[in-house]
């Protein structure tokens, strides 16, 4: 007669079913572990330079991603996806509802304009083209950037620095491996607008010969330079723009 098995041996039965289990899985996370040790040693190990390298590339699979969404936000909004084929035109789907908008306030669409532009700058850069009015309307909106207007007329929208100068900075930003927010950053202060007179305009581009550059000896890398130099030298005398 066949003896009954006892929970003891039940219990080491049990256990060596779980040890020829777990066995190769903790053999693999000790695996892991121990190669996360040497990338953290290497990361270490790492100049400042190899490090911005890095930045760089996490900057690039960032833009990848945001690519990535949104190609699949616009294979989700083609004709004849069955969950909104009631709608018309694209939806950006959560779920099966239609994304709602969100109530931004001024400094929030600032924001996201210079992040727009300086996305696109630097998708135009990689792609080995680009234009300053990568730095205008529409990407980014006259109403967000107009500081203020001329006591003198408005008949002209000036940039307070020649977006020339704005743009080969960029370019060599990217160059020197600076992220997308860094950019975005750099943007938003010196893109600004002032509304000026035709008289001043002509002042300042001809009879200063400041139409696309700044005042001699003024430079991006001095923190304390005078973003409206040119304006000052033209004489123009204008009010900040008034708050919302």
């Known amino acids: 007669m066949t003896s009954m098995p006892t929970p003891s041996d039940l219990d080491q039965k049990m256990a060596d079913m779980l040890d020829w289990h777990l066995s190769p899985i903790a053999s693999r996370l000790d695996e892991m572990a121990q190669q996360m040790s040497q990338v953290l040693q290497e990361l270490q190990a790492l100049r400042r330079d190899d490090l911005q390298e890095v930045v760089r590339h996490l900057d690039e699979l960032d833009l990848k991603t945001v690519q990535m969404q949104r190609a699949l936000r616009h294979a989700a909004s083609r004709p004849g996806q069955p969950d909104h084929a009631e709608h018309e035109g694209p939806v950006f789907l959560v779920g099966k509802k239609?994304?709602?908008?969100?109530?931004?306030?001024?400094?929030?669409?600032?924001?996201?304009?210079?992040k727009r532009a300086a996305l696109v700058l630097f998708e135009a850069w990689e792609e080995g083209w680009g234009h300053t009015r990568l730095l205008d309307e529409p990407l980014i909106s006259d109403h967000l950037v107009e500081v203020g207007q001329s006591l003198k007329g408005t008949d002209r929208r000036e940039h307070v620095i020649p977006l020339k100068l704005i743009y080969d900075r960029c370019e060599k930003m990217f160059e020197s491996g600076a992220s997308v927010q860094g950019v975005a950053e750099f943007l938003q202060r010196h893109v600004k607008i002032v509304r000026i007179a035709n008289a001043e305009r002509q002042t300042i581009d001809h009879t200063l010969g400041l139409k696309t550059k700044m005042p001699e000896g003024w430079s991006f890398d001095d923190p304390g330079a005078d973003i409206?130099?040119?304006?000052?030298?033209?004489?123009?005398?204008w009010e900040p723009r008034k708050s919302a």
């Open 98 to 114: 239609p994304a709602q908008k969100p109530n931004l306030s001024r400094d929030e669409r600032i924001q996201r304009a210079f």
């Open 228 to 237: 409206y130099a040119r304006l000052r030298l033209g004489g123009v005398e």
